[in-house]
């Protein structure tokens, strides 16, 4: 595993929640980097995705409320969360976008009052 999803947490609906993926320099510099999002018993599905040189696009729901960045200093993306939903309840990962490698345990974020 090459990417590492950190930050998720227990969140108020409405609320907020930055999420970090930490990458290895060699990973970060030539990939394009997603976070993806799997609900219990579901398929694992596509949240949003930024490019090699900072192109950003988000799915369905994560537009307009999710922002993805890059640290090119630090070699992570960010997937800043506002206007949280219940309905964001869900394991979070990160991974390359395209030809993932093997995933991690992804971060457990919980919208809940």
């Known amino acids: ?8 947490g227990l969140v108020q609906p409405g609320g907020s ?4 993926c930490a990458t290895s320099g060699s990973v970060f510099t030539s990939n394009d980097v997603a976070w993806y999002r799997q609900f219990p018993g579901k ?4 949240v949003a995705a930024i490019s090699a040189d900072g192109n950003a696009t988000y799915e369905g729901s994560a537009k307009g409320r999710f922002t993805i960045s890059r640290d090119n200093h630090k070699n992570t993306v960010h997937l800043q969360m506002n206007s949280l939903k219940t309905e964001d309840t869900a394991v979070y990962f990160c991974n390359k976008r395209w030809f993932p490698d093997s995933w991690g345990q992804g971060t457990l ?3 809940s009052s």
């Open 109 to 111: 974020v919980t919208v």
């Open 43 to 46: 398929e694992r599905e596509l």
């Open 17 to 20: 929640l930055t999420l970090s």
């Open 1 to 8: 595993v090459q990417l590492q999803a950190s930050g998720g």
